[in-house]
């Protein structure tokens, strides 16, 4: 599984990063990253997670 977030739609509300620190982190400016190319096993379901509770819909999980 894959993750990615859309710098140009993150507001920097770091639901991500809470919900999921294994998958994202924040940059400088408070907006979320991705660590990692590919989710580590077993977080998958976190990630996901931080997906459904973006406010802003920037990040895809597949």
């Keep these: 599984m894959k ?3 859309d710098p140009d739609r993150c507001q920097g509300h770091a639901r991500c990063w809470e ?4 998958v994202f982190d924040l940059d400088e ?4 990253v991705v660590l990692t190319a590919e989710v580590p096993a ?3 379901e976190n990630a996901r997670k931080a997906a459904l509770n973006c406010p ?3 990040i895809t999980v597949r």
Excluded at 29 to 32: D, L, R, S, Y
């Design 3 to 5: 993750a990615t977030v």
């Design 19 to 22: 919900i999921s620190p294994e």
């Design 29 to 32: 400016e408070g907006h979320g």
């Design 42 to 44: 077993g977080f998958e």
């Design 56 to 58: 802003e819909r920037a």
